[in-house]
């Protein structure tokens, strides 16, 4: 604001007693623009605080990566064994030519190994690694809730020498082990906190808090036993029902969800178990169908198991708590993953079928549904909106409605393949075929404008989201490329 002094005319008559009438009303004139000049510029730096804030909101929110522009270069490169590193998993258990396996610690900045530990000597029946796979694996020990493997002080090892022999004809072949041992390593320098002799025949394994919980299937019966990590002592062993024969399945598979635990029994039929090793639910999915995987909505905890029919239909179930079947909701169609969710809109679920559909978790009950395209390969939440990727185009839909607010099409020559977002745009990263680079093109969420394009460096042909870093994957090496 500015004091204004407004002069008379030339040849204005002067008046002999007070201000003239007019030139009051010109500074109430004047006084009121400013006043309407002042509240649209304080309106203005309430919006643009608040948009501030709220791009910093989701700064930390996984799947969105830190601010880009149309020019891009690599930063560093990771070599392709590293890869562990960089997706967060801290390292991984490598097998050896001569069937022998040690675990590596790994530099999440650079890849380099920081130590490696011996697991298992060389075993001749775990060398042909082109049929034969080996069933030692470990495991970082992470707190609920935690995703990086960075944050855990132990990692716990099922090292066996038994495998899953694979062939072009029949089912995969089971190789029992003979020799079985849960073995704890300190992640700051690799020291083995402890060695135990584990007496079944080991297949997999999951890991809870001071808790290794372990798989192993004789004559079609599956065990699951837990382990005290400090000790090494059994706490609990739980049978499952008998497994029958199966063309897809050797063995019992374990993965943790939350607190909870899931074994893959057969492709058919699953488990959820307590920490404690009471079983919740048994699960069987329909005639002709077979178990596709679990996921779980970060929001709700729901478990929510995906089946596909021989038919090619798929549902997800959307498991309820505690262990009453009925209360259970199925959902038609295959299950749309969120590479970005805010939060804006809790308990929202994407299904496809030939049209997008969404449902509301709790309840099951169907939101809306949308033709703007027959399958969805990936899509995000982002701030009460819904942004959809296909093959060949990303639209933005109204979250609580479905209403198509815009589609932006790329070129015939490019596909999408990561759909994510800087807070500021909607970032889609597109492959290209023959000599043409690939792109990250970034569109402005509320209009779908274009507001650059970025080629991707030489030889780099996609890029997507990890620890809040653009990766690219050149395919030529092999390597991961840090962009920025």
């Known amino acids: 604001m500015q004091e204004v002094e407004i002069l008379d005319l030339p040849g204005e008559p002067e008046a002999d007693d007070g201000p003239p009438p007019r030139r009051r009303g010109r500074w109430i004139a004047l006084g009121a623009v400013a006043a309407v000049v002042a509240v649209l510029l304080v309106g203005q730096s309430v919006l643009d605080a608040?948009?501030?804030?709220?791009?910093?909101?989701?700064?930390?929110?996984?799947?969105?990566?830190?601010?880009?522009?149309?020019?891009l270069r690599v930063m560093r490169t990771i070599p392709s064994d590293a890869g562990a590193a960089l997706w967060g998993l801290g390292g991984s258990a490598v097998p050896g030519p001569d069937g022998s396996v040690s675990y590596s610690w790994l530099d999440p900045t650079t890849g380099a190994t920081l130590w490696s530990a011996p697991l298992l000597g060389p075993t001749p029946a775990l060398a042909d690694v082109e049929h034969v796979s080996g069933l030692t694996t470990c495991e970082p020990e992470m707190e609920t809730g935690a995703t990086d493997a960075r944050s855990a002080t132990r990692i716990v090892c099922l090292v066996t020498d038994g495998g899953i022999e694979y062939s072009d004809e029949g089912a995969p072949k089971l190789l029992p082990a003979k020799k079985t041992h849960l073995v704890v390593l300190a992640t700051a320098d690799g020291g083995v906190l402890g060695d135990w002799p584990i007496d079944t025949p080991a297949a997999t394994m999951a890991v809870l808090p001071g808790l290794a919980a372990i798989t192993?299937?004789?004559?079609?019966?599956?065990?699951?036993?837990?382990?005290?990590?400090?000790?090494?002592?059994?706490?609990?062993r739980t049978m499952l029902e008998d497994s029958a024969p199966s063309d897809q399945w050797?063995?019992?598979?374990?993965?943790?969800?939350?607190?909870?635990?899931?074994?893959?029994?057969?492709?058919d039929r699953q488990a959820m178990?307590?920490?404690?090793?009471?079983?919740?639910?048994?699960?069987?999915?329909?005639?002709?169908?077979s178990f596709q995987g679990w996921v779980t909505d970060?929001?709700?905890?729901?478990?929510?198991?995906?089946?596909?029919?021989?038919?090619?239909?798929?549902?997800?179930?959307?498991?309820?708590?505690?262990?009453?079947p009925t209360q259970d909701r199925v959902?038609?169609?295959?299950?749309v993953t969120f590479g970005v969710d805010d939060g804006s809109l809790p308990g929202l679920v994407l299904t496809t079928d030939g049209k997008v559909r969404a449902w509301d978790l709790r309840t099951g009950k169907a939101l809306w549904s949308s033709d703007v395209a027959m399958f969805a390969d990936q899509a995000m939440v982002l701030r009460g909106r819904v942004f959809v990727g296909t093959g060949d185009a990303v639209s933005a839909l109204d979250?609580?409605?479905g209403e198509t607010l815009w589609t932006q099409k790329s070129e015939s020559s490019r596909?999408?393949?990561?759909?994510?977002?800087?807070?500021?745009?909607?970032?889609?990263?597109?492959?290209?075929?023959?000599?043409?680079?690939?792109?990250?093109?970034?569109?402005?969420?509320?209009?779908?404008e274009q507001a650059f394009q970025a080629a991707l460096p030489p030889g780099i042909e996609q890029a997507t989201v990890f620890n809040h870093q653009l990766v690219g994957y050149d395919s030529g090496t092999g390597d991961y490329a840090i962009l920025g």
């Open 250 to 267: 050797a063995g019992a598979w374990i993965s943790r969800t939350d607190d909870e635990l899931v074994v893959q029994v057969r492709e």
């Open 298 to 324: 970060d929001a709700t905890g729901r478990l929510m198991v995906l089946a596909q029919a021989s038919d090619g239909t798929s549902t997800v179930t959307v498991v309820a708590p505690g262990s009453d």
């Open 331 to 335: 959902l038609d169609g295959q299950h």
């Open 50 to 71: 608040r948009e501030r804030a709220a791009i910093a909101a989701l700064a930390d929110v996984p799947g969105v990566v830190r601010p880009v522009d149309d020019h």
């Open 273 to 289: 178990l307590t920490a404690d090793g009471r079983v919740l639910r048994n699960l069987t999915s329909a005639q002709g169908s």
């Open 216 to 236: 192993s299937t004789r004559d079609g019966a599956t065990a699951v036993t837990g382990y005290d990590i400090d000790t090494g002592e059994q706490r609990w």
């Open 399 to 401: 979250g609580r409605t």
């Open 415 to 448: 596909y999408l393949v990561a759909l994510f977002t800087d807070g500021t745009h909607v970032l889609a990263s597109l492959a290209a075929g023959g000599d043409l680079p690939s792109v990250l093109t970034a569109y402005v969420p509320s209009s779908g």
